[in-house]
């Protein structure tokens, strides 16, 4: 993906205190990142919320967007993998960062509103568990994700259910996993069960 340009950012629009918190953000200082994303989030907010649609707005908001930023930032900071050399750069990271992460976010939400035939009913419950984890948490949709493939034991299964959720067909998921499309239709299959399954005890236990 192409790196995104910063906005029309300049020293005097951001005061003289910038200069210094991003050159400890080079620094892999996380608290400065941290302070950054606590200071700046509204201009990354604005920059996102410019780029959503109505329905994606209806799906999720800026504040996930920006959640996902923070996390990777600190992620990024911490494991000294930040080499920007300038402030415009740690910008430009910055709103790239925003700019995948909606992307990311947005193709999920569709691929799920998509599904149709049997992985219909599984589709529209992961997707009403994510809007119900966002309103709780900014992180929330991420979260969920996690823990709904952390649910199945085998490697394999959460490979497969990750492919899925990215939109592949089975065929291509047989190819990404060196299976038959045969083979992964069937695991496919007890896959959504046990999911459906596990989906169905927590309405139950939730009366």
């Known amino acids: 993906m192409k790196v995104a340009q910063p906005e029309s950012i300049t020293l005097v629009d951001t005061g003289r205190e910038l200069p210094a918190l991003l050159d400890r953000v080079r620094g892999g200082d996380r608290e400065a990142s941290a302070e950054f994303i606590s200071r700046y989030g509204p201009r990354i907010r604005r920059r996102v919320r410019g780029k959503l649609s109505p329905a994606m707005r209806r799906l999720f908001d800026s504040q996930e967007i920006l959640a996902t930023v923070a996390r990777r930032l600190d992620q990024m900071v911490a494991s000294g993998r930040l080499h920007a050399v300038s402030d415009g750069q740690v910008w430009s990271l910055v709103f790239t960062i925003a700019d995948r992460s909606l992307i990311e976010k947005a193709r999920l939400f569709r691929t799920l509103q ?36 952390l649910s199945l034991g085998d490697r394999l299964d959460r490979q497969i259910l990750g492919l899925w959720l990215m939109g592949r067909g089975a065929t291509s998921i047989a190819a990404a996993v060196d299976m038959e499309p045969a083979s992964v239709r069937k695991r496919w299959e007890r896959i959504r069960g046990q999911l459906r399954d596990a989906y169905a005890s927590d309405a139950e236990e939730a009366r």
Do not use: C, H, N, Y
């Open 114 to 149: 998509a599904k149709e035939g049997e992985d219909s009913p599984l589709a529209l419950s992961i997707l009403r568990r994510l809007k119900r984890a966002e309103q709780r948490d900014p992180e929330g949709p991420e979260i969920e994700i996690d823990k709904v493939l």
